[in-house]
């Protein structure tokens, strides 16, 4: 079992910055990757970003790229989300997963986290 616990959310201004936290307990040796996914009110659930757990390579949905960053600390066991930029449109529940999904972009997770809420202001 895998424990995920984020952190982190909270209201910005359009154009602001916010960090999120995953940290994950119990048997992370076992994981591939982790990915953050976000979930609007009336929408479905929708890939954000990845990171493979152990080689580091990352993923990002068009939405995001170029102004969210993945990574994380294998110390900590921890993945964080740096979020620049950001746009109304950001606005969000925000959910960690990890596991070993054979496409990192799909819901193919085993472990999810409780999500944290993002609200971003105009």
Same mark, same amino acid.
């Not at 746009?87 to 070993?100: I, N, V, W």
């Not at 990192?104 to 999810?112: A, P």
């Given at each position: 079992q895998v424990h995920l616990v984020e952190s982190g959310g909270g209201l910005a201004q359009a154009g602001g910055?916010? !960090?999120?936290?995953? *940290? /994950?307990?119990?048997?992370?040796?076992?994981?591939y990757a982790v990915g953050w996914f976000r979930q609007a009110p009336g929408k479905? !659930?929708?890939?954000? *970003? /990845?990171i493979i757990w152990s080689g580091g390579r990352t993923y990002y949905a068009d939405s995001v790229k170029a102004r969210f960053s993945i990574s994380k600390d294998? *110390?900590?066991?921890?993945?964080?989300?740096?979020?620049?930029?950001?746009?109304?449109?950001?606005?969000?529940?925000?959910?960690?997963?990890?596991?070993?999904?054979a496409v990192?972009?799909?819901?193919?997770?085993?472990?999810?986290g409780q999500g944290t809420q993002v609200t971003v202001s105009s």
């Open positions: 910055s916010l !960090r999120l936290s995953c *940290a /994950a307990s119990g048997r992370t040796f076992s994981l479905e !659930r929708e890939f954000v *970003a /990845a294998n *110390a900590k066991n921890t993945v964080y989300l740096q979020m620049n930029s950001l746009k109304p449109e950001d606005t969000a529940s925000y959910y960690c997963a990890a596991g070993r999904p990192v972009t799909s819901y193919d997770y085993t472990y999810w």
